[in-house]
């Protein structure tokens, strides 16, 4: 099994609640700095596996939500057809079962805390079973998240394992 390690870390410095302003590139939604990330590209399936972490660190004044805004094949985000991925806790592949936008769910994560997905499969149907459409690569997906937190300041990293 391939083991590819992407570390991408972030600097969230969100206002306190109720604050009309956020520091670029922050936007304000209501009490909340929100910032906007990508995953970048992962790879899950043909005999490789990926494990996504979202780390708070301990030094952060309080938790940050993960909320996941799109879910993306290699062929963008104009494929119209149904994709998905296989995922689930470390130790427990696909324990999820098949993972899309609309079942994904934010994830809160506090102060030194994390949490991991172990993601086994890219699927281009909801059984998995479909072979990706042409000129799709059939392991790749990108995943974006709004990271939102009212509190001052935060540091979050994102690690991706492959």
Do not use: E
């Not at 929100?34 to 660190?57: E, Q």
């Not at 149904?82 to 899309?100: D, K, L, N």
């Amino acid at each position: 099994m391939k083991l590819q390690l992407l570390v991408v870390t972030l600097i969230v410095s969100a206002l306190p609640a109720f604050a009309a302003t956020c520091p670029a590139p922050q936007v304000p939604v209501g009490p909340n700095c929100v910032l906007s990330t990508t995953l970048g590209w992962v790879i899950a399936g043909l005999g490789t596996d990926s494990i996504v972490t979202f780390y708070v660190p301990p030094s952060a004044t309080g938790p940050i939500t993960f909320q996941p805004t799109s879910l993306n094949s290699s062929l963008g985000s104009t494929y119209a057809g149904f994709f998905g991925i296989v995922s689930g806790p470390p130790g427990q592949p696909g324990a999820f079962g098949v993972t899309t936008l609309a079942n994904i769910g934010n994830v809160t994560v506090a102060p030194g805390q994390q949490q991991q997905f172990l993601i086994t499969q890219v699927c281009w149907d909801p059984t998995c079973t479909t072979a990706a459409p042409a000129g799709a690569v059939p392991n790749m997906f990108s995943i974006q998240v709004d990271m939102v937190s009212p509190i001052l300041p935060i540091l979050a990293s994102h690690r991706i394992r492959s």
